[in-house]
């Protein structure tokens, strides 16, 4: 059986921008991670290599992101640890039907991670497949707070908690 697998999950940091940089209470569970999940939009490459600093990276490619990074990440990617595969995708597409939607476009997958909304989510099936988005650390936009996400995957589940940077979100 393999240990627990603790995965800390980020998405549209948009960086660099000005002064701004991942909180320290995002860096810290960065640290503290197995692996590191970004759901796009990390603007530059020197962002990817930050969080390498940290932990081994998945990434995906965003939107919004420069062409070296485009370059350099997929568009989607899967990671599988203890049985659990987990898809990862930006822009998981509008509201409405989006669970079937990926579970449609990951039709092996026990969970998607996507970005692009910057608005936190987790949603589970009655069958128990889930899609998760971390929200976005440094830029909130309609969301209450700046969010991430971790998640341990054991004996093949996925277990997603959402974090408000600087406590959990009740």
Do not use: K, W
């Amino acid at each position: 059986m393999d240990r627990p697998l603790r995965i800390a999950i980020v998405s549209d940091t948009h960086l660099p921008r000005g002064q701004r940089g991942l909180p320290d209470a995002c860096i810290e569970r960065l640290r503290a991670s197995d692996l590191i999940i970004h759901a796009g939009d990390l603007i530059a490459l020197s962002v990817l290599r930050e969080l390498e600093s940290y932990a081994p990276v998945v990434a995906v490619r965003g939107n919004v992101d420069q062409l070296d990074v485009r370059e350099a990440l997929p568009p989607v990617a899967v990671v599988e640890h203890g049985g659990a595969r987990i898809g990862v995708i930006h822009d998981a597409g509008p509201a409405p039907g989006r669970l079937e939607r990926m579970r449609t476009r990951f039709p092996h997958a026990d969970a998607v991670v996507f970005g692009h909304s910057h608005l936190p989510l987790h949603e589970i099936s009655d069958d128990g497949f889930q899609i998760f988005n971390p929200g976005s650390p440094t830029q909130r936009r309609r969301a209450p707070a700046h969010t991430m996400g971790v998640a341990t995957v054991s004996d093949g589940r996925v277990a997603f908690e959402l974090l408000r940077l600087g406590g959990a979100l009740s």
